[in-house]
């Protein structure tokens, strides 16, 4: 009998199943990166947003010289409905020694927020900032 070449049919076995687990772990590998991915876009566009309100916001102080204490909140218009906003102007919680009380009667602490739901985890993005009270 002459010499065989080629393959048995066990090698060829282990062979697929090396490649076979190692596309499990490669498979694995890309659904966590298609998921960061999806995590970064939605980050991005929620802070996108959060700029746009943070300038809507703004340029209502300035026309109404000043802001009033409150909370609000909203969904986005599309293409962004996914998100919602949420705004709270409350008073300084921040203790800035003998001059809180002229800092108090001045400024306000607005928290603005972006929140959505990515898969079934709530995320948010937000910013809090001294903004000037609405003088009475």
């Given at each position: ?25 490669v498979l ?43 909370s609000w ?64």
């Amino acid at each position: 009998m002459g010499k065989r070449s080629g393959f048995t049919f066990v090698e060829l076995l282990a062979a697929t199943a090396v490649i076979a687990i190692g596309l499990v772990f490669v498979l694995g590998a890309l659904g966590r990166c298609m998921t960061t991915l999806s995590v970064a876009k939605r980050t991005i566009d929620a802070n996108y947003l959060l700029g746009k309100k943070l300038w809507e916001f703004d340029l209502e102080r300035r026309a109404e010289n000043g802001t009033e204490e409150g909370s609000w909140g909203g969904v986005f218009e599309a293409p962004n409905e996914h998100f919602n906003w949420s705004r709270e102007v409350a008073s300084v919680t921040s203790d800035f020694g003998s001059r809180s009380s002229v800092f108090n009667q001045t400024f306000a602490e607005q928290t603005v927020r972006v929140l959505w739901m990515q898969g079934r985890a709530p995320r948010s993005v937000g910013v809090t900032q001294y903004v000037k009270r609405k003088q009475s």
